[in-house]
């Protein structure tokens, strides 16, 4: 039965992606492992909280995990174009297991060794880095074309559902297992990941004739963006937007305390708003095909805007909410057809790469959002903040797409 697995194909006549056996395994390891994923990156601050008391420390650790994601993201992308993405991102799996243990350890006895620690995070942080364009670049080697979208829509849903799950689950599990248990749940998490990928095999695993010196083709991938004036807008629009979603969410943590001064039941409501407007926007791609991806994906992305820029003219926690929500749903829907849209532009020898740039792009604007942000938050309203934060964005995605469709 094991031997299999590796061997299974899409069946081509199927119109349901879940025919796709190979599909099937991988995205629940993918899930298995963003769990674990997610969970550390929000319980490991809380456990060196409660042992140093010192948020100083704690930033250290935070500026740790992403200085060395930012650092080598194009890195592992440009391995991702070299090697086995399937291997790559089994390696990935093995190195945060292995990290994780040795982390839970530590829990147990409940000792602080910050150093011993931050090398740990260094390098479970490039075990994720592996893993991450790894993962992105290797959709085309075991979907076919017609299930693309279709696999993006479920990879959007599950990364939102998780993403709302995990706080409410880390704090239950923390309560039953303690720090270092929930450490070693996180370790389980990578090694049942490691297990599903062992079993299986991509039907169109990316094949290298002649591997060229890895600096030359870490050279070509900032080459293929310099080159390729879409490539290059879609990667700077990409990134705007990231930074302006970072300076959302931080003018948002600000209004409801400062300008709205809601209750707790009131903040629940207010941030749970977008997440699950974003997994019913990709609930909404799931039940419409679009052969015009470029202009589906900006257009969601401009109205994103309009609802981001109505969340400042009210302080009505209800209509707010509604706003957010919105917005929500545009992002989910822009989410999809953008994750689409570059499999389609990019040719598969070259994804690693690219997703990879894209990842250390993202990981960068985000702290440069909230650094800019909590700077003008000092001096002017969140509401204000949260029009021009809308009308940038509105004007960020209409600018793109006019400028990408003359390319």
Known sequence: MNNQVGSLKEDSTSDSIWSNKVFSYFFLASCISLIGNSMVTLVLPLWVMKLTNSPILVSG???????????????????????????????????????????????FYNKMLYIPLLLLLIIRSIGSALFTPASNA?????????????????????IQIISVAIPLMASFLISIFNFHGVFMLDALTFFISFLILMKIKFPRELKIEKKKPFYEE???????????????MLLMSAAIINLLGAACMLSLQVMVVREMDLSMQWYSIVFAASPIGILIGAFITKKIRTYKTITTAFICTAIMGIFNAAMGTTLNPVLFSVYYFLSGIAFGVSNVYFGVLYRKLIPNEVQGRFFGFLSSLLLVSTPVGIAITGYFLESISASILFIIIGIITFLVSVISFVMINKK
């Open 218 to 232: 870490f050279k070509e991938g900032f080459s293929l963006l310099k080159s390729n004036q879409s490539l290059k």
């Open 61 to 107: 650790v935070n500026i740790a995990i992403a200085t060395t994601a930012i650092l080598f993201a194009p890195v592992t992308g440009t391995l991702a174009d070299r090697m086995s993405r399937r291997k790559l991102m089994i390696m990935a799996d093995v190195m945060r297991c292995i990290v994780m243990i040795i982390i839970a350890v530590i829990a």
């Open 138 to 158: 290797a959709l085309v080697t075991y979907v076919e074309e017609k299930h693309v979208q279709q696999a993006i829509t479920l990879r959007q849903i599950s």
